[in-house]
């Protein structure tokens, strides 16, 4: 521990340069992971929200959950095999407001509902997110496939879907809307999942991947995030590969003096350990801040455990990069590293 932070010590340009180099892409690698979550919650806040069960889809929807349907005579199927079925069907439309002002929402109806409010004919509960557009509570608004106005009764807190604010409906207005007595999901909670002929089953998650507008924004954000945690390992070998290199001599002559080989590298793995926890500790620091003062509606989700979580990769990674660049001080010879000289 003395013999690294020594070092350190008296190569602060260097070690400073490595810091800097871990700091940044840390940082934007939590910014990143910041942004993709605070996306999907935005996305999906909806789902997100139930606890963990199991969605059953219509086998011939192919996990699109539009194209499901489930008649009366399904519904008491299924509620045979659970009392807790939860029933809901999604579809995407607008509402006008007096000012006649358009706006996008996701209308949801239930039934057998004990998570979401239930709704009276003619009421409407929607995402708060959508007050910033103007509507408040006793708002009458339409539809252009109803005859009757709807009043907004309340506004609950993160309910959105497909980046649009939900808005929760009676069935008999849903039905009225879209011509459809059929719900289109069926939802149990808990880990077990009941198997049901003629019926897809998806966990929260695997629901969530068949959303094509999830998946494909989810997979662009952890793809770049991979990149560079990749990036980042092969940065922590190259640049200890190339101090090491600096160090052959010194190797060397520690060598010579009977230091083992199993010392020399408990040194590099310290310094590694020092630097990147400096630079770790700052890139939290700060995404944290970032979350902060972000405007309010950007969405951006990163929280303390995530954030120590990809400090730990980060961790693993410095590890594995600096061991994998430090393989060549076991192959030093102390004579030969002595007489090549180093700097």
Same mark, same amino acid.
């Given at each position: 521990?003395?013999?690294?932070?020594?070092?350190?010590?008296?190569?602060?340009?260097?070690?400073?340069?490595?810091?800097?180099?871990?700091?940044?892409?840390?940082?934007?690698?939590?910014?990143?992971?910041?942004?993709?979550?605070?996306?999907?919650?935005?996305?999906?806040?909806?789902?997100?929200?139930?606890?963990?069960?199991?969605?059953?889809?219509?086998?011939?929807?192919?996990?699109?959950?539009?194209?499901?349907?489930?008649?009366?005579?399904?519904?008491?199927?299924?509620?045979?095999?659970?009392?807790?079925?939860?029933?809901?069907?999604?579809?995407?439309?607008?509402?006008?407001?007096?000012?006649?002002?358009?706006?996008?929402?996701?209308?949801?109806?239930?039934?057998?509902?004990?998570?979401?409010?239930?709704?009276?004919?003619?009421?409407?509960?929607?995402?708060?997110?959508?007050?910033?557009?103007?509507?408040?509570?006793?708002?009458?608004?339409?539809?252009?496939?109803?005859? #009757?106005?709807? &009043?907004?009764?309340?506004?609950?807190? #993160?309910?959105?879907?497909? #980046?649009?604010?939900?808005?929760?409906?009676?069935?008999?207005?849903?039905?009225?809307?879209?011509?459809?007595?059929?719900?289109?999901?069926?939802?149990?909670?808990?880990?077990?999942?009941? #198997?049901?002929?003629?019926?897809?089953?998806?966990?929260?998650?695997?629901?969530?991947?068949?959303?094509?507008?999830?998946?494909?924004?989810?997979?662009?954000?952890?793809?770049?995030?991979?990149?560079?945690?990749?990036?980042?390992?092969?940065?922590?070998?190259?640049?200890?590969?190339?101090?090491?290199?600096?160090?052959?001599?010194?190797?060397?002559?520690?060598?010579?003096?009977?230091?083992?080989?199993?010392?020399?590298?408990?040194?590099?793995?310290?310094?590694?350990?020092?630097?990147?926890?400096?630079?770790?500790?700052?890139?939290?620091?700060?995404?944290?801040?970032?979350?902060?003062?972000?405007?309010?509606?950007?969405?951006?989700?990163? &929280?303390?455990?995530?954030?120590?979580?990809?400090?730990?990769?980060?961790?693993?990674?410095?590890?594995?990069?600096?061991?994998?660049?430090?393989?060549?001080?076991?192959?030093?010879?102390?004579?030969?590293?002595?007489?090549?000289?180093?700097?």
């Amino acid at each position: 521990m003395k013999m690294a932070w020594q070092e350190i010590m008296k190569s602060k340009t260097r070690y400073l340069i490595l810091g800097a180099i871990i700091f940044l892409i840390s940082l934007l690698t939590m910014i990143i992971s910041g942004l993709a979550n605070g996306l999907s919650y935005d996305n999906a806040s909806l789902i997100k929200e139930l606890p963990a069960g199991t969605f059953y889809m219509e086998e011939e929807a192919e996990g699109q959950y539009n194209f499901s349907s489930l008649d009366g005579e399904t519904m008491e199927e299924v509620e045979t095999v659970s009392s807790e079925v939860m029933f809901l069907s999604i579809q995407m439309g607008e509402i006008e407001d007096a000012d006649e002002k358009r706006h996008s929402v996701a209308f949801v109806s239930t039934a057998n509902n004990d998570y979401f409010p239930s709704i009276e004919t003619g009421g409407l509960v929607l995402d708060a997110s959508i007050m910033e557009e103007g509507i408040t509570a006793g708002d009458g608004v339409t539809n252009g496939m109803l005859d #009757h106005s709807l &009043t907004v009764d309340e506004f609950v807190e #993160h309910q959105k879907f497909s #980046h649009a604010p939900v808005a929760f409906i009676n069935h008999d207005d849903f039905q009225r809307m879209y011509s459809t007595d059929d719900f289109q999901l069926a939802f149990i909670p808990g880990d077990e999942a009941p #198997h049901m002929d003629g019926y897809n089953q998806f966990t929260n998650d695997e629901f969530l991947d068949t959303l094509p507008s999830y998946s494909a924004e989810q997979l662009s954000l952890n793809m770049i995030v991979v990149f560079l945690f990749v990036i980042s390992g092969m940065l922590f070998g190259i640049f200890f590969y190339m101090i090491n290199v600096q160090k052959i001599a010194t190797y060397g002559i520690l060598k010579a003096v009977g230091v083992k080989t199993s010392k020399l590298f408990k040194m590099m793995w310290v310094q590694m350990f020092i630097i990147t926890v400096i630079a770790l500790l700052l890139s939290v620091a700060i995404s944290q801040l970032v979350g902060i003062v972000m405007p309010e509606g950007m969405p951006f989700l990163l &929280t303390i455990d995530s954030a120590s979580m990809m400090s730990l990769v980060f961790l693993v990674i410095g590890f594995i990069g600096s061991t994998a660049s430090g393989i060549q001080i076991s192959k030093v010879e102390p004579m030969q590293a002595i007489n090549q000289g180093g700097i």
